[in-house]
T-cell receptor
């Protein structure tokens, strides 16, 4: 089946670095995505890793290890506005990768 | 990218009634997805709406309860029928991009409260 595991909550201070881990189990892996969602808002796309390694986009980086079925989202120089929920997600290989399955989400609290 | 609008943004409905949520995309897309999200929870896929064919429903969701229309490549509706308080949730429509970097774009959501 398809499943993803990520921590439910993470707390960090402004200016710090935080890593949100995600392990997944899926049939027919296409790639691992990360989404950010602020309270009351819609999820917004952050990153997508199809191959092993680190992808960097500004303060955010995402890593994937396909052999370990593991990835993480790294947030550097944390800002208060980074307080949000972060979801890892995989494309459902059973249906040709067109559907996305989301993890339960990690609630990030950034403290001053 | 894709810009998605939804109507209504929120509604309070009585049990036993139905609500139709509209989703409009600013570009033509093959697949549109409908999700449900309880506050503080993850996103649960309800169905995939394809233009010109019946929607494909996920386990636990049935067409009689959540009928979907997809009359063209930029528009879809989701109806929540015979509502009960358990249907209170946020309903989001979404589209995905094609290509190597698969991104999904979401509408702002419809916050439904059933009393």
């Amino acid at each position: 089946g398809q499943s993803l595991e990520q921590p439910s909550e993470v707390t960090a201070v402004e200016g710090a670095i935080v890593q949100i881990n995600c392990t997944y189990q899926t049939s027919g892996f296409y790639g691992l995505s990360w989404y950010q969602q602020h309270d009351g808002g819609a999820p917004t796309f952050l990153s997508y890793n199809a191959l092993d390694g680190l992808e960097e986009t500004g303060r955010f980086s995402s890593f994937l290890s396909r052999s370990d079925s593991y990835g993480y989202l790294l947030l550097q120089e944390l800002q208060m506005k980074d307080s949000a929920s972060y979801f890892c997600a995989v494309r459902d290989g059973r249906t040709g990768g067109f559907k996305t399955i989301f993890g339960a989400g990690t609630r990030l609290f950034v403290k001053a | 990218s894709a810009v998605i609008s939804q109507k209504p943004s929120r509604d309070i409905c009585q049990r036993g009634t139905s609500l139709t949520i509209q989703c409009q995309v600013d570009s033509q897309v093959t697949m549109m997805f409908w999700y449900r999200q309880q506050p503080g929870q993850s996103l649960t896929l309800i169905a995939t709406a394809n233009q010109g064919s019946e929607a494909t429903y996920e386990s636990g969701f049935v067409i009689d309860k959540f009928p979907i229309s997809r009359p063209n490549l930029t528009f879809s509706t989701l109806t929540v029928s015979n509502m009960s308080p358990e249907d209170s949730s946020i309903y989001l429509c979404s589209v995905g991009t094609s290509g190597d970097s698969y991104e999904q774009y979401f509408g702002p959501g419809t916050r439904l409260t059933v009393t």
